[in-house]
């Protein structure tokens, strides 16, 4: 060890605590190359003890009549949107509803996802207690690492990477799935729709209907029977459409005619507008009730950006062997952590990030 370099600190003797003020960095909808949606401030809210006591006399009507115990196994099975219109009913059943633990959680800990899913008509068909389960689960569904992200449509927890991977968590609007797996309309209205995007215009402004690629895929297998019957339907429309396209052009004798949209337009991902409008940041809350919305390793992306400066982006032609590594790190960096699991990450991936730190110092200087 030369005069200059500095000892290695070891960091089983550091707290935990100092472990996430040095290394963590908050996880933020915008850090990313996944424009989650931005939520208007619509949040619900509970109502104060002074509220409740001033409207104590309140009348439920006749489910005065039943015990808070039965009215909150009731309420469990009902979706959000109805628990939203009982809210309306009396004072006396919005504080029966606000005491339902699954709702007062929910409207605590994450009342920018409920907002979401207001301003999107998805509330309906989403119970509290379904939500309730995700809020206090923390895993990706996919692959199992911490998930910071809701996907509205399905209400399931996922993290960057799979949001950003996976084509079928991506939107798409109901002429697009119908040519894509030749379904109606009217099947589509079958499907979570959203109705608009979380945060872009007023609530009486209504955007396009937009569905999951991998909901209307779906429903396209069980329209069609398989995938191969599917694709036979699909580009036998298609081929009808664009005969009937060439027609109308060549008849034409001015104005303009559409070109009918292809079916394989799920191949090209690029400037898709929809890009992470169907996620909002979904905190987690841990079995002793906190709440923690996760966290980045400053770390591990140091290390991807060491990486990338000294290699740049790597051709898979000329920089073969490194390739495989910009991969490993860039996915590496993209994995979100909770409080919990943060801190032995730290300390199990140290000393092989010191290792990758020495591997491209002593490459720099042989160059």
Known sequence: MGPSEKPTPDLNKVSDEALLDIFAAPISPHACNVSVGVVLPLKPT??????????????????DCLPIEVLHLTMELLDLKSLFHLLCTSWRVRAVVEALPAYRSLVTHAPEALAALTQTDLVAGRSAEAMYAQLRSAECVACGNYGPFLHLTGCRRYCITCLSTDVGLRLMTFPQASVCFGVSHKDLRTLPVMHGVPGRGGRRVKGPKLVCVKDAHQLGLRTHGSEAEMSVVVHEQHASKLAAYFRRRNASTGGRIRRPMSPDLLSVIDNDPFDGCASVQFPSVNSQGQKQNGVWCLRCRALFDQFRKHEGLPQYDEYGEYAENFVCL???????????????????????????DKDVSQKDSSE
């Open 46 to 63: 509970l109502m104060s003890e002074e509220e409740s006591n001033k409207h104590g006399a309140s009348s439920g009507g006749s489910l």
């Open 330 to 356: 860039m996915e590496i960096a993209a994995i979100a952590w909770s409080n919990e699991e943060f801190p032995e990450h730290v300390r199990s991936a140290h000393s092989a990030a010191a290792t990758g």
